[in-house]
């Protein structure tokens, strides 16, 4: 059974980055495809991007051109780097891994426990 860690989240101004790091045991990440959600209160679960086993990316509109999800299958990690943050982009993140690439979370299996991303005004 794959096991999922999230970290690297946190409170950050507008404007300002991070990077969110999904580290996997138990299973080798580099054959599973592996996608970012978030879910702010009161609302529902989003997709945020995902990245097939080739390498392959896709990313929510939203995200396009601020955010770029990457794999280092030597270190079985995701990460998640946030650039140009918003206010909006405040959320639980949430790390998932699947044998389909796809954009909904129903095919996704494994679940991490999220990290908090905390962006202020």
């Known amino acids: 059974q794959v096991q999922l860690v999230e970290s690297g989240g946190g409170l950050v101004l507008a404007g300002g980055s991070l990077r969110l790091n999904c580290a996997a045991s138990?299973?080798?990440?580099?054959?599973?495809?592996v996608a970012w959600f978030r879910q702010a209160p009161g609302k529902e679960r989003e997709f945020v991007a995902t990245?097939?086993?080739?390498?392959?990316?896709s990313y929510t509109n939203s995200v396009k051109g601020r955010f770029t999800i990457s794999r280092d299958n030597v270190k079985n990690t995701v990460y998640l780097q946030m650039n140009s943050l918003k206010p909006e982009d405040t959320a639980t993140y949430y790390c998932?891994?699947?044998?389909?690439?796809?954009?909904?979370?129903?095919?996704?299996?494994?679940w991490g426990q999220g990290t908090q991303v905390t962006v202020s005004s």
């Open positions: 990245i097939n086993t080739n390498g392959a990316s």
């Open positions: 138990g299973g080798i990440l580099s054959t599973y495809v």
């Open positions: 998932a891994s699947s044998k389909v690439f796809t954009t909904t979370a129903a095919p996704y299996r494994y």
